[in-house]
């Protein structure tokens, strides 16, 4: 007896493209999202992310490739399903509610069957948003954080078998935000509904993601589980897109490449190719200075270089604390937890964790 198939993916774009104007928006773009799975489209403005939402909701028609829900083409060569044969739901930032019908018929609209079942799903998802009671409200009478509930209820209401949410929570007060992705998140999870979300906030992404598509210039250039993805950058843009970053320039010879931090391994990278070395601020070491030396070299933290504070300041829960290095005048930035504000000019020495450093070809 041969083994069961696995199951089709919820959502999957295979080789999807996307031409405007003779230019390229998305380039090969290739995913897959299973039910009750986030996946964050991530990258800066202008990316080819929002255009990759509007070609799965059927809004545009992409140049090639094929778009697939639970292994039915909805987008294809030959094929292309109106938005609303999808089954797919929207929530974008503005939340765009209807001001003149009230809350449940908000949630109603769109909802076909008796006016006994459609009230019951209604009174339904207006509990598990927690706005049980606001059903006669006007959407004016709202706080943000309740119209965005509100519009949740609304895209849940049909069932809808994919999610699309594009910068659905940049609109509201910090305090309010994380609470509400949260229970946004458990109850598309609860629903089984695959969820792409659109955000350029490398925060938001890694709270929310069961995958990240890291996205550049139309294409995909990396995709992995948020920590894969922040430990493991594929170039130095993508270490750079999820936190401040330090470089040092190298120059290998002989697999290795030679720094004031001690010697580097470049595995596979050919004699005189230059590389920069990559680390983050939070993996730099600090230690004091003893008439001019430094603490011993290790094999976790490498040789110690010598640093000059240019300034400190404290940033809440760590301080930031800028050097000017001996070795070639550079700056190297450290984050050290709690409160550390050592004096402009005062000598200190610096060691970086081996583990956490990255060494790319210096494509620039």
């Not at 044969?85 to 929530?91: C, T, Y």
């Not at 929310?208 to 894969?228: E, S």
């Not at 301080?319 to 930035?333: N, R, T």
Request: proline share 7%; aromatic share 6%; hydrophobic share 40%.
């Amino acid at each position: 007896m041969s083994p069961a198939s696995p199951p089709a993916a919820r959502l999957s774009l295979e080789n999807v493209s996307c031409r405007f104007d003779g230019r390229d928006v998305v380039r090969d773009v290739s995913l897959s999202v299973g039910a009750g799975e986030v996946l964050c489209l991530l990258g800066p403005s202008g990316c080819g992310k929002s255009t990759t939402l509007r070609l799965i909701a059927g809004i545009e028609r992409q140049s090639a490739g094929i778009i697939r829900a639970d292994g039915e083409v909805l987008s294809g060569d030959e094929v292309h399903m109106p938005p609303e044969a999808r089954g797919v739901g929207l929530i974008f930032q503005d939340f765009a509610l209807f001001p003149h019908l009230s809350v449940a018929q908000n949630v109603a609209f769109g909802l076909h069957g008796t006016k006994t079942n459609v009230s019951a799903r209604v009174t339904e998802l207006l509990e598990r948003v927690d706005l049980a009671g606001y059903g006669d409200s006007l959407p004016h009478m709202l706080s943000g954080g309740e119209q965005q509930r509100v519009a949740l209820a609304r895209a849940l209401a049909p069932r809808p078998r994919i999610m699309l949410m594009d910068e659905p929570f940049s609109g509201l007060d910090n305090r309010l935000r994380d609470g509400i992705r949260d229970d946004t998140l458990a109850l598309l999870k609860e629903e089984g509904t695959a969820v792409v979300l659109v955000t350029h906030e490398p925060e938001e992404a890694m709270r929310m993601a069961d995958q990240i598509a890291l996205m550049r210039d139309g294409k995909v250039v990396q995709t992995g589980a948020p920590y894969n993805i922040y430990h493991t950058p594929v170039d130095r843009d993508a270490a750079a897109f999820f936190s401040d970053i330090n470089v040092i320039k190298g120059e290998v010879h002989g697999a290795l490449t030679d720094t004031a931090f001690g010697q580097f391994l470049a595995p596979g990278v050919p004699n005189g190719t230059p590389v920069d070395i990559v680390f983050r601020p939070q993996h730099v070491k600090i230690d004091f200075d003893r008439g001019g030396r430094g603490p011993n070299p290790t094999s976790q933290d490498g040789t110690p270089a010598r640093g000059i504070v240019k300034r400190a300041r404290f940033m809440g829960h760590e301080s930031l604390v800028e050097f000017q290095m001996d070795f070639d005048g550079g700056i190297v930035k450290a984050t050290v937890p709690a409160v550390f504000l050592p004096k402009p000019g005062t000598p200190l020495w610096l060691t970086i964790r081996r583990d956490r450093c990255f060494v790319f070809m210096d494509r620039r």
